[in-house]
């Protein structure tokens, strides 16, 4: 495992959004966030939902942290706020070095539920994390197959 590798969270500014199309080089353009941050454009805004591991000076891991309110919440008992994460990436050159688990970890350690949509064949990462398959429910899921991490005292919602 690495030694003091921190998550931090990452100022919407234009050099992020140059970091950030390292990522898009890579073929991952469905987890692109150069539109999120191109929509949400304000300098050093420290209220962004990115964050990221940087190594030297390069970012080679990246995901989205959305805190939901518990009036959306749909998937959790008791209904409360929960966390959707988003566009985990880690760069090819640095996977299966624990920086993919760091970043998970990191989003676990608010406590509060999680939800994410993942990406194909990436389910057994995410169940290695702890994240179980949502019961599916039509008209909520609408075609996607959610995946929940349930933080100790909380079920999932009977659909």
Known sequence: MINNTNVEKLLINYKTLEQ????????????????????NIVENNSESPFYGIYFGHNLIARMSL?????????????AQDYLELWKL????????????????????????????NPRINSHGFWEKMGFQKAQYEMERDLGQ???????EGVSEKDV
């Open 20 to 39: 950030f199309k390292r990522f898009k080089e890579y073929g991952n353009q469905e987890l692109s966030m150069m539109e999120d941050l191109q929509n």
């Open 66 to 78: 959305y805190r939901m309110k518990a009036k959306y919440d749909n998937y959790f008992s008791p």
């Open 89 to 116: 990436e880690v760069l090819p050159d640095y996977r299966g070095q624990g920086y993919g688990k760091i970043m998970v970890d990191f989003a676990k350690s608010f406590q509060l539920p999680i939800k994410t």
């Open 145 to 151: 197959n959610p995946l929940i991490w349930l933080p």
